[in-house]
């Protein structure tokens, strides 16, 4: 059965960077999807962060490019993401998830469960 | 970037009946790359419908999708208690990847 877990700091301080580790159980990130992030503010829709391939390319949102990485960790079996100088817009609820199909073109079939980072001093 | 609106925001009906949850893009999306999503409160979405028209695995068959190019359906035949939720669209068939606002289904 196959697993995706979000972990990192609840509360990030603004203008710091905000970094989250997915860890996946079950099947080997190098097997093959791509990873991704989306996030979901309270009370709001979703929003797509970007995704990444066990090789190491990536793929961003361009609304969010100018500050995100996101990077992958084959021994570990994780994927992680960096957002750079948050703001109080950044706050939201990050998912992991596994994408489906081919670079521009991903569904996500399996998510994890989420963690809430919260941007504020 | 292709925008999705969900209609309507809020469905009201009772278990038993059915539901026709919209979704219209502000482009078309090609190839019918449009997927749906259930959200429960504090859970992650569920994939629904892939493809447009596509169940993923161990999706009961009173979901179904249909639509193409700009207008796509997402169908409930016979809402059971547990379907009153959150629903969303999401298009993959160009980058960005986006998602619709949403429309929840509430209990009549």
């Known amino acids: 059965q196959v697993q995706l877990q979000e972990s990192g700091p609840g509360l990030v301080k603004p203008s710091e960077t905000l970094s989250l580790t997915c860890t996946v159980s079950g099947y080997s990130i190098s097997s093959g999807y791509y990873w991704g992030w989306i996030r979901q503010p309270p009370g709001k829709g979703l929003e797509w962060i970007g995704n990444?391939?066990?090789?190491?390319?990536?793929y961003y949102n361009p609304s969010l490019k100018s500050r995100v990485t996101i990077s992958v960790d084959t021994s570990k079996n994780q994927f992680s993401l960096r957002l750079s100088s948050v703001t109080a817009a950044d706050t939201a609820v990050y998912y992991c998830a596994r994408g489906v199909g081919w670079p521009p073109a991903w569904y996500f079939d399996l998510w994890g469960r989420g963690t809430l980072v919260t941007v504020s001093s | 970037e292709i925008v999705l609106t969900q209609s309507p925001g809020t469905l009201s009906l009772s278990p038993g009946e059915r539901a026709t949850l919209s979704c219209r893009a502000s482009q078309s999306v090609s190839s019918s790359y449009l997927a749906w999503y259930q959200q429960k409160p504090g859970q992650a979405p569920r994939l629904l419908i892939y493809g447009a028209s596509s169940r993923a695995t161990g999706i009961p068959d009173r979901f179904s999708g249909s639509g193409s190019g700009t207008d796509f359906t997402l169908t409930i035949s016979r809402l059971e208690p547990e379907d009153f939720t959150m629903y969303y669209c999401?298009?993959?068939?160009?980058?960005?990847?986006?998602f619709g606002g949403g429309t929840k289904v509430e209990i009549k």
């Open positions: 990444i391939y066990h090789s190491g390319s990536t």
């Open positions: 999401q298009q993959y068939g160009s980058s960005p990847l986006t």
